[in-house]
């Protein structure tokens, strides 16, 4: 748009200004009657300040950007080919370089604003190669509007991002179009409240690029780049164009360099085609909202979410025949939860979803096609996963295979239809994992081993077409009592079983016939048998299929905790060593220097998180139905202060702390299956330098209430809730400054 034109569209021009089409609002002089009048007919061409408004449909709304007069400074380009920024109080800047051009747009909107400000970019432009960081930093309270098209021509080593921000809030970009070979379409680190209107990214020339190549320093957990390492300074994390083990993604969004996670995300939709790694990938954030993510041939999926808390999803949709990898159109991982998604349709990918770690998931409905693997997957390292409906076909392994604890699939069709010679979908749905029902499923015709292959003894597996806990043709006898005995329909001594049974044709006579499920002690399995009530004078085939509904009243678990948890001291450091304990124990260490609340040592840390847990080794450890407390406290260098119990490992247990934030400090449980339990707030500030007593009730039934005292013994703060992920384990630390004295307590 060239500079008049633009300026125009930010003064008090017309549609016309702005629109490329023939309509248009103008004084008419010909035309249909403008309808001035007190009331008008339904077709009436109504007169908009003397302008009479026809031909609409004419509009040309393809380009059609939004008017700039929202905008505080407008990007275009000139006659000449240079580009120019205007504000409303002037002109701003004029580059030949176009990335450069937009920073220096945003980079004249007011210093330190608390609302936002816009940047409108209007012209085309191209990013040549280049040999260093090219990005648009973007600051807190700015949105920045890019109907115009980025293209991005790089070559040797992928240094192009067209937008970043780091530490920042309220960020805004509408629209924003890019194709080419960015490292990052937009890449967000530590952000809150951000919003996405409709991105599209379309990856080509990523063979210009040279080979990925990891940060000398991309060692997780042990070491980050500096784009992910919280201690740098701000200038040397934007100085890296961020490692993160691939690139060339569309949109990447994450709070994995500051201790909490990046919170109130919204992206409208997103179209990605050709990425060479994933489309959209969120990791470490919390209170996610997406619309639509549609991946054309990206490598990675479509979309992914990393340690995502409370999100929602409305569609994913991915084709990706070309991708090498085993990522799915639709992935959770990594301590995700509480998230849902609407609808996944995946086609000829590796995997269509995958349920790779968390808890609390929900799809609505999925239609995937030829995946190259599974349908769906749901690992075990998952509790609570649903699956509500739809369509699962021609897939080289399962349709569906779950090894989660509590996954719950129904009304789903599974099959596969290729020509028989060429059908490779070995079981329609395999369910491994406790607590899990198979319910309302279709899975004729869906795998050429098994249709339903269901192990967990407690699953509810009931009204599927096509299979259940077993399935076949048996023939009743005439004149034979009983009419017909099917052998071990089930092992489980503990299942409850049902019958669904059918003639396969009309049966000779009348007829009627009774069953029952019979264990058989010896051979330690339920035999089906058939009984004549009214016997049609000749044999009778009948279809079957044996479900099983299940008396579950509840979940129960197993526990096998032999140690000591008898009252007094679990660890007070005074064994000089951390023999006991496994985890990051380097970043501790037991020394002499006050305060120590009890003998002569204690553990100090200047480390933030990093756990270690002790499962053995200790005199005793505290269980469920035990009192115990310790004595924590944090540093000038360390802020972080608390206990962990009931440790399965190094990543899950109980681990109740005051949080690391100085100004504003929480009491919070936290668990490492079910996340937050409680946080409240202190009643007063909490010192460095000072052991406070922390003393926990950890109820039988599952109750835990943890107290916080100050050195006079005056409480500070108190919390409780229910949980019963674990109900006995180790002893450790997540991360604490001062940690001595663990103590079980007189009942």
């Not at 070491?223 to 949109?251: K, Y």
């Not at 790694?277 to 979410?305: K, M, P, T, W």
């Amino acid at each position: 748009m060239p500079r008049r034109g633009a300026l125009g569209v930010i003064g008090a021009a017309g549609l016309g200004a702005a629109f490329a089409g023939s309509a248009s609002g103008q004084e008419s002089s010909a035309g249909p009657d403008t309808g001035n009048q007190p009331w008008y007919e339904w077709d009436a061409d109504v007169d908009a300040n003397g302008h009479g408004l026809y031909d609409l449909h004419n509009l040309e709304v393809d380009h059609t950007y939004t008017s700039a007069r929202e905008a505080d400074v407008i990007v275009w380009e000139d006659e000449d080919g240079v580009y120019q920024a205007d504000g409303t109080d002037g002109h701003v800047a004029s580059s030949d370089d176009y990335l450069e051009l937009i920073q220096a747009a945003v980079d004249s909107l007011t210093d330190g604003r608390t609302t936002k400000e816009r940047v409108l970019v209007t012209a085309d432009g191209t990013v040549e190669a280049t040999n260093k960081l090219k990005q648009v930093v973007l600051p807190s309270y700015t949105v920045v509007d890019v109907p115009a098209t980025i293209r991005v021509e790089d070559e040797g080593q992928s240094l192009v991002i067209p937008f970043r921000a780091l530490n920042e809030e309220e960020i805004e970009i509408p629209r924003l179009n890019i194709t080419g070979n960015p490292r990052f379409g937009i890449v967000l680190q530590n952000c809150d409240s951000v919003r996405l209107g409709h991105i599209d990214v379309q990856f080509d020339g990523l063979n210009a690029l040279d080979p990925y190549e990891d940060h000398p320093n991309f060692d997780p957990p042990e070491s980050f780049p500096p784009s992910h390492e919280p201690g740098r300074p701000r200038e040397d994390q934007l100085a890296d164009p961020v490692h993160v083990g691939e690139i060339n993604e569309g949109v990447r969004i994450s709070g994995r360099s500051r201790e909490d996670a990046a919170t109130d995300i919204q992206l409208d939709s997103a179209y990605i085609e050709n990425a060479n790694h994933h489309g959209v990938e969120f990791y470490d954030v919390e209170r996610v909202q997406v619309g639509r993510v549609l991946g054309n041939g990206i490598a990675g999926c479509s979309l992914l979410l990393n340690k995502a808390i409370n999100a929602t999803v409305d569609s994913v949709v991915g084709y990706n025949p070309e991708s090498e990898t085993r990522y799915a159109t639709f992935r959770v991982a990594n301590e995700v939860e509480n998230v849902s998604c609407g609808q996944v349709v995946s086609r000829d990918a590796p995997r269509g979803v995958h349920i790779s770690d968390g808890r609390d998931i929900t799809i609505n409905t999925v239609n995937i096609s030829n995946p190259r693997t599974l349908g769906i997957a749901a690992d075990s390292t998952v509790e609570n996963a649903v699956v509500q409906g739809g369509l699962i076909k021609n897939c080289a392994q399962e349709g569906i295979r779950s090894d989660t604890e509590g996954f719950a699939v129904s009304n789903v069709r599974v099959y596969d239809d290729r020509p028989e010679d060429d059908r490779e979908q070995p079981v329609a749905i395999r369910v491994t994992g406790d607590h899990s029902s198979v319910v309302n499923c279709d899975v004729r015709n869906g795998g050429t081993e098994h249709l339903l292959d269901i192990t967990a003894d407690d699953t509810v597996v009931r009204n599927n077409i096509g299979d259940g806990i077993d399935s076949g043709t048996v023939t009743l006898k005439s004149d034979v009592d009983p009419a017909a005995r099917i052998e071990g329909v089930s092992e489980n001594p503990s299942a409850t079983l049902d019958l669904r049974a059918s003639a396969v044709k009309a049966p000779a006579g009348s007829c009627s016939w009774d069953h029952r499920f019979e264990w058989d002690g010896d051979a330690e399995r339920w035999d089906l048998v058939f009984e004549w009530h009214t016997d049609p004078g000749a044999d009778l085939d009948v279809k079957y299929i044996v479900d099983q509904p299940q008396a579950n009243l509840g979940l129960e678990r197993d526990v096998d905790w032999d140690h000591d948890t008898s009252p007094g001291i679990v660890d007070s450091f005074e064994s000089g060593t951390l023999d006991a304990y496994d985890g990051n124990t380097d970043a501790y260490e037991i020394t002499n220097d006050p305060p120590v609340s009890h003998g002569d040592s204690r553990l100090a840390s200047d480390v933030g998180v990093a756990p270690i847990i002790s499962t053995d080794g200790l005199d005793r450890y505290p269980a469920a139905g035990t009192t115990f407390s310790a004595k924590i406290g944090r540093t000038d260098d360390n802020p972080h202060m608390g206990v962990a119990f009931g440790a399965q490992s190094t990543d899950e247990f109980y681990f109740i702390r005051v949080s690391p934030d100085l100004d504003a400090p929480r009491f919070q449980l936290y668990s490492g299956s079910s996340g937050n339990l409680f946080s409240v707030e202190p009643t007063a500030d909490i010192k460095t330098g000072t052991l406070y007593e922390l003393v926990v009730d950890w109820g039988e039934d599952g109750e835990i209430t943890a107290t916080l005292f100050d050195p006079d013994g005056t409480e500070i703060a108190s919390g409780s809730a229910t949980n019963t992920d674990f109900i006995a384990g180790g002893i450790g630390t997540r991360g604490s400054a001062l940690l001595d004295e663990i103590r079980i307590l007189e009942e």
